[in-house]
T-cell receptor
């Protein structure tokens, strides 16, 4: 049962343009959502998160949008840079603070072309 | 650098053997989480410890066990290893307050 889905295994974007990565979830109990970036041979790196009480969170070039009614979230990267090329994982959690497991999507490989 | 350390970085062993993976959380973090990433799957939650006590369990096999010690470091023990246990094993930690989990560099386990 895949509770968090990233339907695009890969995405290719030109440098300077906007990258949009999508994620869908099925469990309405999820109350916190996160995006991680992963380079080969490294652990996932936390990028940005959003609580279910918000619909948008922005941090520099990264913005996460949450549409609760559609159970959908997206990560926008503007402008895209070559160093953004990595695998991006969407994750969701439910539970009390300090006692949460993360449920991850399968990941989307983002390639930024010069 | 997330501040989470994991050892060893690579481990090669034979089927039927037992291994121990070690994790030290970020300074001040009380929660430690273990995840498995197999070749054909995403990151799967295994188990969480909070201040020495087991707090949550995922799809962790009975052959696997973990513990968190008084100094807050954690160990994941994998026994009777099978070829299918070959994977990347990640440890993460979080503060009591935050939702964000910070991941270590992982241990790549190869079972031959």
């Amino acid at each position: 049962d895949q509770q968090v889905k990233q339907n695009s295994p890969s995405l290719s974007v030109q440098e300077g343009r906007i990258s949009i990565l999508n994620c869908d979830y099925t469990n309405s109990m999820f109350d916190y959502f996160l995006w991680y970036k992963k380079y080969p041979a490294e652990g996932p790196t936390f990028l940005i998160s959003i609580s279910s009480i918000k619909d948008k969170n922005e941090d520099g070039r990264f913005t996460v949008f949450l549409n609760k009614s559609a159970k959908h979230l997206s990560l926008h990267i503007v402008p895209s840079q070559p160093g953004d090329s990595a695998v991006y994982f969407c994750a969701a959690s439910a539970g009390i603070q300090g006692a949460q497991k993360l449920v991850f999507g399968q990941g989307t490989r983002l390639t930024i072309n010069p | 650098d997330s501040g989470v350390t994991q050892t060893p970085k690579h481990l090669i062993t034979a089927t039927g053997q037992r291994v121990t993976l070690r994790c030290s959380p970020r300074s001040g973090d009380l929660s430690v989480y273990w995840y498995q990433q197999s070749l054909d799957q995403g990151l799967q939650f295994l188990i969480q410890y909070y201040n020495g006590e087991e707090r949550a369990k995922g799809n962790i096999l009975e052959r696997f066990s973990a513990q968190q010690f008084p100094d807050l470091h954690s160990e994941l023990n994998l026994s009777s290893l099978e070829l299918g246990d070959s994977a990347l094993y990640f440890c993460a930690s979080s503060s009591r307050i935050g939702h964000e989990q910070y991941f270590g560099p992982g241990t790549r386990l190869t079972v031959t």
